[in-house]
């Protein structure tokens, strides 16, 4: 492992701090471990050997508690002995308000000094700017009499956020999905939707709007669907959940492919890549950016909005 990697690992924040591994090196590696005659025990003799002792005994702890599998019992917890608290030695005695669980001011004082929290805030600034000047409201959208494509973006979309979770800007996103419409032969209409943040509910209203029955579903965050009209609610043409790894140059295939369902074209399906580790990485900023968007969400209908911008076809 190199210096550089190790020098990382003591003050990185999370994965996405660490310089990239060949993962398949990785998995080869620890397939190499588990087939050797090495154990955990290697592992807590190598670290006591360097002196993390705490580590070390830790680890061994962990192995003991492995073996014993305790740990598998119902809503099963580690205290900081690594006894084990559950649902069968520990049973939940909560009889009502005020009978539940209750920080002690110790213990209060030591969550409030954590030195990793952050606010919320912080995990999605890169998503908040200035609101989109190329976008504005005309009025309530009506249901179109022409083949078309309608988009739906979700509530906060280039208002409250102003770039998708992948770090695209909104007006970027809208002209490329735009321009995918446009070199099929259609024209789109764009549609704010208010009442819901659900990504499956933006795109199945704008679909009742669309002329041509089809339309695309964007949420703030990037996450995107294609929608047809008499479809159920969860049920879709396309759907886009990877959001992170969406490319202007796949939201503009998203755009060809929703023109092509509403011109009745045979259509293969936007190949879009796949990060395993997204999830895991995001998952808070996931959540935080979802919350956002539903904070503006309101009880009126949809909003046409005009989008100050040419196809470049």
């Not at 409201?137 to 009506?142: F, H, L, R, T, V």
């Not at 294609?226 to 790894?245: C, K, M, T, V």
């Amino acid at each position: 492992m190199p210096v550089a990697e190790v020098a990382a690992a003591v003050v990185a924040h999370a994965s996405e701090d660490m310089p990239q591994r060949d993962v398949v090196a990785d998995l080869a590696a620890a397939d190499r471990f588990l087939a050797g005659d090495q154990t955990l025990l290697t592992v807590v003799a190598a670290l006591q050997r360097r002196g993390f002792t705490t580590l070390a005994a830790n680890l061994l702890a962990m192995g003991r508690q492995r073996v014993a599998g305790d740990y598998l019992q119902p809503a099963a917890i580690f205290d900081q002995q690594f006894r084990v608290c559950s649902a069968i030695n520990d049973p939940n005695d909560y009889t009502g308000p005020g009978s539940g669980y209750r920080l002690t001011e110790d213990r209060r004082r030591e969550i409030e000094q954590i030195y990793t929290a952050r606010s919320p805030r912080d995990f999605i600034a890169d998503q908040i700017g200035t609101p989109a000047t190329r976008l504005a409201e005309i009025g309530p959208a009506q249901r179109g009499r022409h083949t078309e494509v309608v988009v739906g973006v979700g509530p906060a979309f280039g208002s409250a956020l102003t770039r998708t979770i992948g770090g695209l800007e909104h007006e970027d996103v809208l002209a490329a999905i735009l321009t995918g419409i446009a070199r099929e032969g259609l024209t789109a209409r764009v549609v704010k939707i208010y009442h819901t943040s659900d990504c499956a509910a933006i795109g199945y209203t704008a679909a009742q709007l669309s002329g041509s029955g089809v339309a695309i579903g964007l949420q703030s965050r990037g996450t995107t669907v294609i929608h047809q009209r008499g479809l159920a609610r969860l049920n879709n043409l396309e759907l886009f959940p990877q959001s992170p790894s969406l490319t202007l140059a796949t939201y503009e295939a998203i755009g060809r492919n929703a023109a092509r369902y509403a011109r009745n074209l045979p259509t293969r399906p936007v190949p879009v890549s796949v990060d395993n580790w997204a999830r895991l990485r995001l998952i808070v900023k996931t959540a935080l950016l979802h919350r956002r968007e539903t904070e503006e969400v309101r009880d009126q209908p949809p909003i046409e909005l005009r989008f100050d911008w040419e196809p470049d076809v």
